[in-house]
């Protein structure tokens, strides 16, 4: 496994990470500045995008990361974040998807949208393909975004956002779907750009102790999660294979892969197979407005 002591380095890329303000993203963040990468950062809470900004200049004080605010659970935000994006920036050379959330009970946003659906797949679906763009005016760029061995246990439904009435919602099951989304989008994606110099790959980055069960989950899930915790591994672990896929020269022309400790590794059959991750785009397409 590659160490946080690798030095790959990224002086002259721009990077953006989505959910930067905690857990792996903050220490993704960190580590590709320490690099020399111009950050980009994507967070919802101000306070806690400063703390990580200033974090980020202690370790790297040449360092002068951006940050971006957006709430990822509304796909106006989104737009208005990739319009910013790319009136401020004239390439990307990384993109990375790390911001996801495990819904409590079940949240219908006030565009409709289940909200683990929108944050976990529809946001990060929709901001990739509104800053395709600048990935391409790189010449050579990467899109990784955290998946989760979850995604085992996921399923795609047509009427995703309105599947589980009150009474037989479950977030851990809606938790897996977007994560098997979050593959067979990555999958997809790396087929429609395969004649173009952007990757795209996925990962698990491990049961990682961070705050990803709020207090709104259900017990059933916080007495698992309870039961879990000697397995976990710590952020700055898990943190590791997406430094490694925005890094690592092996992998500069690997695409359309799911990763595990940075090694690829063996997903289901159904976030292999290409006529449900083309059903997904089209569904995907269709619910964030993207023409």
């Known amino acids: 496994m590659a160490t946080l002591t690798d030095t790959h380095r990224l002086d002259g890329q721009t990077i953006l990470i989505t959910g930067a303000s905690g857990g792996i993203g903050q220490i993704t963040a960190r580590e ?29 004080p040449t360092s002068e990361p951006d940050v971006l605010l957006c709430d990822l659970s509304l796909l106006a935000d989104v737009r208005v974040l990739a319009a910013e994006i790319a009136r401020r920036y004239q390439k990307l050379d990384v993109l990375i998807n790390n911001a996801g959330i495990m819904p409590g009970p079940l949240t219908i946003t006030s565009e409709g949208h289940e909200l683990s659906w929108v944050t976990n797949h529809l946001a990060p679906f929709l901001l990739t393909n509104l800053l395709l763009p600048l990935l391409e005016a790189a010449g050579r760029a990467r899109i990784i975004t955290v998946a989760s061995e979850a995604h085992w246990l996921g399923e795609i439904e047509p009427a995703q956002n309105f599947r589980n009435a009150q009474d037989k919602y479950s977030s851990f099951t809606a938790y897996c779907d977007s994560k098997l989304a979050n593959i067979l989008f990555t999958n997809e994606l790396a087929h429609r750009l395969e004649l173009t110099g952007i990757t795209a790959n996925c990962l698990h980055p491990g049961i990682v102790d961070t705050g990803l069960v709020n207090p709104g989950s259900s017990r059933l899930l916080k007495l698992m999660w309870l039961l ?13 294979t997406s430094i490694f896929l925005a890094t690592d020269p092996k992998v500069a022309a690997v695409s359309g892969r799911y990763f595990k400790r940075n090694k690829p590794a063996r997903t289901s059959a159904t976030a292999q197979n290409r006529a449900e991750a083309s059903r997904l785009w089209r569904i995907s397409a269709e619910e964030t407005g993207l023409e």
């Open 32 to 60: 590709l500045a320490r690099r020399g990468a111009h950050l980009v950062l994507v967070c919802r809470n101000p306070e806690r995008a400063a703390h990580t900004k200033a974090l980020i200049q202690e370790v790297s």
């Open 228 to 240: 879990a915790r000697p397995l976990m591994v710590t952020a700055e672990v898990g943190a590791q």
